[in-house]
């Protein structure tokens, strides 16, 4: 079964960094692209970036372009967002996801950026 466990979350104060991790499992991880989703309070989840199967390629949502980077490690079967200079807009649950995105989702790794 396909499953993603996202970590590295926390309460962070604005301009502060995280770097989040994402275990997936249960397909071939280097067959697919990955992607890193927000789901803001209140607000459906959206996408944020996109890597390409190795890795040599990526994509970015307005929201975070220069400010976040995505990476894999495909030995690992690992996905990563670094997240710098965060702002107060950017808490939510953060999910990782293969593309096209498969079922079940992950739990999400919590994300709060607060004075």
């Known amino acids: 079964q396909v499953q993603f466990v996202e970590s590295g979350g926390g309460s962070v104060q604005p301009g502060e960094s995280l770097r989040l991790s994402c275990a997936a499992s249960?397909?071939?991880?280097?067959?697919?692209?990955m992607r890193w989703y927000l789901q803001a309070p209140g607000k459906e989840r959206e996408w944020l970036a996109t890597i390409t199967r190795p890795g040599t390629s990526s994509a970015y949502a307005d929201s975070v372009k220069g400010r976040v980077t995505i990476s894999r490690d495909n030995d690992k079967n690992m996905v990563y967002l670094q997240m710098d200079n965060l702002r107060p807009e950017d808490t939510g649950v953060y999910y990782c996801?293969?593309?096209?995105?498969?079922?079940?989702w992950g739990q999400g790794a919590q994300v709060t950026v607060s004075t």
């Open positions: 249960g397909f071939t991880f280097s067959d697919f692209a």
């Open positions: 996801n293969r593309c096209p995105p498969a079922k079940p």
